[in-house]
């Protein structure tokens, strides 16, 4: 089963707009991290955040923020006043204290910031 | 500072002839080393991890396979290589509960 779903493949927005990108995680675990990163075209993995479960405060660093309910086992990332610099591919990833060695990636979302 | 060295950048290869990419990292000891693939407009694919010298994991069959002779170098290996071996290949390192710390990659074309 998959781990980590991010459902959107591909989003395009002008600049300028909001954009949240969606990340849904699976675990019977108690105790998880919570990952995202950028993939610009270069194509090295940019680390963005962490997150652990017991960590449920949202986060905001500059025109990003991220949105963490273990309700709905969801870790959604918004990109505030997009920029072209932001278009990139972002992975969401999971990482279990059971399974530590093993990181869990989604299957990306592939943002396209139009100007 | 921890840092990932991961070489060449860019590879063109034959079907049928070996492979061997090279990864080390500075400035950390006994970290767990990663190998990754991406096909092209793909997800990640984990190929191998490495807790220590000398241990490897392989999560998929397939006709590569990696060595760790050293603490902070993963190699990986492939003695012929197929056309479906293209693609993105990120070394990886994480110390504990860190995050995953990604080599800038090689970008792998077989013909």
């Known amino acids: 089963a998959q781990k980590v779903t991010q459902a959107q493949t591909e989003i395009s927005v002008v600049e300028k707009e909001d954009v949240t990108l969606d990340c849904v995680y699976e675990t019977r675990d108690t105790t998880y991290y919570l990952f995202w990163y950028k993939q610009p075209p270069s194509g090295e993995l940019v680390f963005l955040i962490r997150?652990?479960?017991?960590?449920?405060q949202n986060e905001i660093s500059g025109r990003y923020s991220w949105n963490f309910q273990k309700s709905t086992s969801s870790f959604n990332f918004t990109i505030t006043a997009s920029q072209v610099v932001d278009s990139a591919v972002y992975f969401c990833?999971?990482?279990?204290?059971?399974?530590?060695?093993?990181?869990?990636f989604g299957t990306g979302t592939s943002l396209t910031v139009i100007p | 500072s921890q840092t990932i060295h991961q070489w060449p950048a860019t590879l063109v290869q034959p079907v049928g002839s070996p492979l061997s990419l090279e990864c080390t990292v500075e400035?950390?000891?006994?970290?767990?080393l990663y190998w990754y693939r991406q096909a092209a407009g793909r997800g990640l694919q984990l190929l191998f991890y490495?807790?220590?010298?000398?241990?490897i994991s392989s999560e998929v069959p397939q006709n590569l396979s990696a060595s760790r002779p050293q603490d902070r170098q993963f190699i990986l290996s492939s003695k012929k290589l197929l056309l479906s071996d293209s693609g993105f290949y990120l070394c990886?390192?994480?110390?504990?509960?860190?995050?995953?710390?990604f080599g800038n990659g090689t970008r792998l074309t077989v013909t």
């Open positions: 990833a999971l990482s279990e204290a059971y399974t530590g060695n093993q990181f869990y």
């Open positions: 490495s807790v220590g010298i000398g241990q």
């Open positions: 400035g950390t000891s006994n970290p767990n």
């Open positions: 997150r652990n479960s017991f960590d449920e």
């Open positions: 990886a390192w994480r110390q504990g509960r860190s995050p995953l710390h």
